[in-house]
């Protein structure tokens, strides 16, 4: 090596300041209005920072009309606002054209969008739909409904006795019949990520096209559509620190090309007469009426959001403080863990002997620790696992060591209270 390679001073690799949540936690302006607030309720939905609640009003201060129809000025760059929202998803999951992404109410419309348009053009009687025991009820139900309606089959795929998809079960299940899976990117009963990598792989050897819905995933792991290969791929914009009412459908651009439209209604048509309408292309003919314009550009800020924060950050510190949640939990006397599989993310579903977990949850909020107790919408899953409910806590950037410890205290407190352990 010549001496001025040795001495040339090693390059530091780039370094991104460390993860803080407490600073992160400043931006979202609940936490000041609700001080002592304890929230682990992201996973239903997640609190809102400044950057999206000021830019949505600012929006509608300065940039609000209707997209698409006007000729004036206002109109032109409220359309550039909701357009750039829609090139700014494209972006956020690395799809290859902007026109692949189809604005939603939300995950669950997405979802319905693609089994009521695509399934009827493209299933058969005898046709099988696979769906896996991870499933929340919005990746059921539609495709439930569809199966009545077409005389095609639901196909489970099981998870194991540790909280994973049984990968060779569920290669075991694919044949020339299945034309579809449907499964989630991250569980949201027990936060465990699906290989759906190898899920994609799967299903498109055996010909079959793949929904992946990413409501819990888009808002705590980086998501690269091309990547991963799938057809379709859904989540809410709520969930990750966006407005409600906005979501987006994701489906590779001859995918969409092939699929009759949904909704019929104004914006989706490029000729009506009374003998006949013609359409326009995609996505445009997914969206009939009046879009969610400022969902669109609020979800956009989101977006932004949290690529300001780096979504490879944003995985590590949630992958952390739910390994952290589990490890406090489990050391818990008469507390059991959901199983979530090798890998979890952001969730952790609990039981704790001797209470209900809707008690547990109304005790802790006596404690101002929010949490979620139910079936979380997922009832086949509680069934799989022996249960009527379980508690769910479930984190966002703005979560940390903290709150677990506040929920670790709840729960030692309402032990105390019901007398399951010492009052020490
Ligand atoms: N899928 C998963 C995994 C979810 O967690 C949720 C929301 N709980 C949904 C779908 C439905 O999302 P939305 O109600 O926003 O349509």
Redesign the pocket.
């Given at each position: 090596m010549s001496a001025l390679l040795q001495e040339r001073p090693a390059v530091a690799p780039p370094t991104r300041a460390a993860f803080d949540p407490k600073a992160v936690r400043r931006q979202f302006p609940v936490f000041a209005r609700n001080p002592g607030l304890v929230f682990l309720d992201t996973?239903?939905?997640a609190q809102k920072p400044d950057c999206v609640i000021d830019g949505l009003a600012e929006y509608y201060r300065a940039d609000y009309a209707n997209v698409h129809r006007g000729v004036y000025g206002l109109s032109a760059r409220s359309t550039a606002r909701f357009e750039a929202a829609r090139d700014r998803v494209a972006q956020f999951l690395n799809a290859a054209d902007a026109s692949e992404i189809v604005f939603v109410?939300?995950?669950?419309?997405?979802?319905n969008l693609v089994a009521q348009a695509w399934g009827p053009a493209f299933l058969k009687p005898g046709d099988q739909i696979v769906v896996s025991e991870l499933?929340?009820?919005?990746?059921i139900v539609p495709w439930q409904m569809l199966c009545h309606r077409l005389g095609t089959e639901l196909v489970v795929a099981p998870i194991d006795d540790g909280g994973a998809l049984d990968l060779a079960a569920f290669a075991g299940l694919l044949t020339s019949r299945t034309r579809l899976v449907a499964m989630?990117?991250?569980?949201?009963v027990t936060g465990g990520v699906v290989p759906v990598e190898r899920v994609v792989q799967l299903a498109h050897a055996a010909g079959a096209k793949v929904l992946l819905?990413?409501?819990?995933a888009v808002p705590r792991l980086p998501v690269d559509v091309q990547a991963l290969g799938c057809d379709f791929y859904?989540f809410?914009?709520?969930?990750c620190y966006g407005p409600?009412g906005i979501?987006v459908l994701y489906a590779r651009r001859a995918v969409l090309d092939a699929m009759p439209p949904w909704q019929g209604g104004g914006d989706m048509i490029r000729t009506v007469t009374f003998a006949e309408t013609t359409y326009q292309d995609a996505p445009q003919r997914f969206e009939a009426g009046t879009p969610d314009i400022a969902g669109a550009v609020g979800l956009a800020l989101a977006l932004d959001f949290m690529d300001g924060l780096g979504m490879d950050a944003i995985r590590e510190h949630e992958a952390a403080l739910t390994r952290h949640a589990r490890s406090a939990l489990s050391g818990l006397p008469g507390v059991t863990i959901v199983g979530a599989g090798a890998e979890s993310v952001g969730v952790v579903s609990f039981e704790v002997d001797g209470l209900h977990p809707h008690d547990l949850a109304t005790i802790f909020d006596q404690h101002d620790v929010a949490i979620r107790a139910g079936h979380?919408?997922a009832q086949p899953l509680m069934d799989r696992l022996g249960l009527v409910a379980t508690a769910r806590a479930s984190f966002g950037v703005y979560s940390d060591e903290d709150d677990v410890a506040a929920l670790v205290a709840a729960v030692r407190a309402a032990q105390r209270l019901f007398g399951l352990v010492s009052a020490r």
């Open positions: 996973a239903a939905s109410r939300g995950a669950t419309e997405g979802i499933e929340h009820h919005s990746n989630t990117h991250v569980a949201n819905d990413g409501c819990q859904v809410s914009g709520h969930k409600t979501g979380h919408c």
